[in-house]
């Protein structure tokens, strides 16, 4: 999936936490979209059972994180890391 698209979804997720938006997984949930724009999805899932949240800047903080580590030279990027502030969200960069 091409980069731009995943870097427009964690710009757009990065605005919203700066206006103190909290990305959520509820109970009855394992796993949300947070954000789907081109050909790129940011989709977190959890470890547990119960609600978690984080604030949706700290989401977009974590796929930074995948971006440094999974970005690849033909201008791609797929992969996963442990939200920075909730170590029971994972958050994935995903193609549609």
């Not at 580590?69 to 193609?95: F, H, Y």
């Amino acid at each position: 999936l091409q980069a731009g698209d995943a870097a427009a979804c964690l710009d757009d997720l990065a605005r919203k936490g700066a206006q103190g938006v909290e990305c959520v997984i509820r109970e009855d949930q394992s796993n949300i979209q947070m954000c789907q724009i081109g050909g790129a999805k940011v989709v977190s899932s959890k470890g547990s059972t119960g609600y978690e949240s984080a604030n949706c800047n700290d989401i977009a903080r974590t796929g930074g994180l995948i971006f440094d580590s999974c970005w690849r030279a033909d201008n791609t990027v797929k992969g996963s890391e442990i939200c920075v502030t909730n170590r029971w969200i994972q958050v994935n960069i995903l193609g549609v």
